[in-house]
């Protein structure tokens, strides 16, 4: 495993999703509600079942933990309010809309605190009392071994925060602003850019100033990134929104939540696999709206890096956000593995000491 692309993943499997009317103002890819509720809320709990075994047909493993709230419309989405880092940090993030702040879930932490070596717990969602907000790896993209983050400026990001983050966590920041044609900002980074080890996808023509958008193409390729260039029209096909992760040789044994036996909706990869130290392969997962997206040369130059894994999630795609929205990558180390040095607390965010 790299520490840029995890072979491990969180979802959670809503079932009473819908587009939430609440992100609704600022989330140009968010279409409204319709149809069925309960017909709604079944395909989209279908789609994260599909995707968790997409993932473990690959060798990643996903661990699903079940959302039966109704009050949660977007918990589909768990990246926003979390993230795990391979120093045995788990950092919370402020949330813009109120109702995506019951999404914060004690039992996910417990989980994580069990089975791997979570040594602290940095919440920043003090700041919301502020109206501040940083909603995770949406409203950040994290280079972690070049440790740059870059985010676009959004009622989804504060920069007071965004800076706090990068300082305490030794990230350098790149903050720019993106848009589409009309001049509405982009609502989260990632469904803008991607960030692999040795790849990256980027709408970079929707950061409209030029010095901005030479700073993050110049900062892509400084880190030594293969850049592939989306259009705006791609980027609202969601093909900026994708992961790249770490496959592994156990294919089909990746599943670690429940009720998620046997493999009938199985992904595929529809690019070469490239084979890492170890016997891993990177795949680059998206959905299949993102995939059919691409043209035939993106995604040839993707397979020089990565297999695309296309997955179909069209249902939760109408709330706004796609796979990479889906993944809460996890960086941690298992419990019994050697452990990691210790990285200095962070004084921006309140700090919880895990044994």
Known sequence: MTYQAPSRVILIRPHFFSPNPATASDNAFQTPASGDPAVLARAARDEVTGLARAL???????????DFTTTTPDSVFPNNWFSTHSDGSVVLYPMYAPNR??????????RLTDEFRVRRVIDYSVAEREEKFLEGTGAMVLDHDARVAYACRSRRLSPEVFRDFCRERGYQPVLFDAADHRGVPVYHTNVLM??????????????????????????????????????????????????ELTGGGLAGSGLAGSGLAGSGLAGSGLASAQAQPGGHTQHL???????????????????EHANVLAVPVPTIERAGGSVRCMIAG???????????????????????AVG
């Open 285 to 303: 997962a998206m959905s299949s709206t993102a995939h059919a997206a691409l043209s035939e040369e993106q995604l040839a130059r993707i397979a």
């Open 194 to 243: 991607s960030v692999g080890t040795k790849l990256a996808v980027v709408g970079s023509e929707m950061i409209r100033d030029e010095r901005q958008r030479a700073e993050v193409l110049g900062r892509l390729r400084d880190a030594g990134k293969t850049i592939v260039e989306i259009t705006e029209e791609q980027v609202g096909r969601f093909a900026g929104n994708c992961i």
């Open 330 to 352: 996890n960086h941690l180390e298992r419990r019994g593995a050697a452990a990691a040095p210790s990285m200095a607390a962070s004084s921006a965010g309140s700090l919880i």
């Open 56 to 66: 473990a047909d690959v060798g990643v493993e996903a661990t699903v933990f079940d």
């Open 101 to 110: 702040r019951a999404e914060r879930r004690s039992d996910v932490l417990a």
